[in-house]
């Protein structure tokens, strides 16, 4: 090899390292983990259809496959709580694959999300036909009329949240939402066998700071105490669908 093609090796090692650590110690760069995830992800998974293909929930203890993740949070979380005639917020919509699931059950969806490259995924799976698309900047729910949302769920994605983040979402949604105040939330729970296995294969690489794209560290309780606090009553708080996880329907305070 010669010198300059050893450079360029290295150069390229080195923005390699670089892009696959933590950027600040002050900030979880969600945004621009999630817009990476969304630009590689074809080269990636070649063989797949839609990003969200790949999240089969097998990890999670909860199916294996993707078509059986899907057919859980349709039947356990969205005919349960959502109607026909529902304005439903999703926040979180990777590629869409719950947003599509969504659709099928509401009057009209409005997908937010940090990432423009997720929402263009998403807008190519299902389109503009009763759907809003809204980007987020990670500290405000805006974007969003208040009092006009029915539902708001977020799924896949407080997983990946600090608990400080999820707490400031938690204190926005209220605001949002009208007459049933329905919300579904899904998070990780660290203290959980299949939480402490995922704890265990990613602590050392999110050191001093950590990537946008890993798990928070979350618990059950801690989430019961945010719900408490801001004055949310609990309707359903699931432990075993997702045994990694726990997925709560709450209302939110009028
Ligand atoms: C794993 S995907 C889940 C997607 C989808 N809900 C599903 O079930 O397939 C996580 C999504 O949450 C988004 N996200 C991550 N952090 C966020 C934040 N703080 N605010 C809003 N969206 C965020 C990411 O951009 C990504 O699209």
Redesign the pocket.
Known sequence: MGVVQAGLAAAKRRVARVRSSPTTLDRVD?EQA?DDYAKMWRNRNPKLAHI?DE?TGERAGAAKTVAEYCQLIESRFIEPYISQDDSVM??????G??SALLKKHCSDLTC????AE?LKATRERIGDDGVRYVK?D?IKLSGVRSGSMDVVFC???MV??EPR?IFNYLTQVPRLTRSKRICVFHHGNTLSELGWKRFLSEWDRNLMGRS?GSFSVMTIELMARFLDHLDYEVVLKDTESIPRDCVWAVRAPG
């Open positions: 969600y999630w969200g999240w999703e926040i979180g919509v990777g590629g694959k719950t937010c999300d940090i990432s997720m987020l990670g799924f896949d994605t990946h949240m983040d946008g």
